[in-house]
């Protein structure tokens, strides 16, 4: 059996982990507000999050989008299978954390006894 599960972020929820993460981490978080977030799919996946006062822009890799979600999960309570895949994608603009379960498995095969009669 394999599993597929997937998990739509808002923006609003996207920004808040990874401003979690970073405090956290004690790593700089960027001052003003989010007015827009958005993506670019090119070459892996970066995340913009254009911010108020002028034209800057914070720049996030993939990894660290994807470890902020993953925390965000873990800090609600939402089940996230510790052996598990967890790979970040953005369906219909929003970013998804796509977590698939037993794909790298081969099928297990089941002898069949003969029918007998």
Known sequence: MKELRCIVFSDRELVGAVMDRRKKLREPVPEGDVTKVRFDIENGIQTFLEMD???????LDEEEVQAALVGHCMARG???PADSEKTLYVIR??????ITMNFRKPAR???LGAAGG
């Open 53 to 59: 006062g002028g034209p800057h822009e914070v720049n």
């Open 78 to 80: 939402i089940p996230l």
């Open 93 to 98: 603009g929003h970013a998804t954390l796509m």
């Open 109 to 111: 095969m089941v002898a």
